[in-house]
């Protein structure tokens, strides 16, 4: 659902910095209950949210099949076995379906480098 026009501009009086009081002087017939339906309106249009995430977990797994899955013993253990090979977190990260992200905390919490 579209926004009204006279949404659209409270919402760009918002975004501008514009207080309350600002807003209701630009137009004499708006209201705070204006502002507040603007808002409302604002968050009508706003695609669904991913439980307060503000990422997908399907859609990264799309790219890293094992993110966000538990490690297993054998993962530790082939994580330690290419890092001690010297491979870069990037190629790791590859061999292993998981992010780079993932990759560098895995290796903090086995103590095979300093904590980020």
Request: net charge neutral; charged share 30%; aromatic share 6%.
């Amino acid at each position: 659902m579209p926004l009204s026009e006279k949404s659209r501009a409270i919402l760009q009086a918002i975004a501008k910095g514009h207080t309350y009081e600002q807003i209701l002087v630009q137009d004499l017939a708006w209201t705070y209950h204006d502002i507040f339906k603007a808002a409302a309106e604002a968050l009508e249009t706003e695609p669904a949210s991913n439980d307060g995430k503000s990422y997908s977990v399907e859609v990264i797994r799309h790219e890293h099949p094992r993110a966000y899955e538990k490690w297993s013993a054998e993962e530790d253990s082939e994580l330690s076995k290419l890092f001690r090979n010297g491979k870069s977190v990037k190629e790791i990260a590859t061999v292993l379906n998981r992010q780079g992200g993932a990759i560098r905390s895995r290796l903090a919490k086995l103590n095979l480098v300093a904590p980020a």
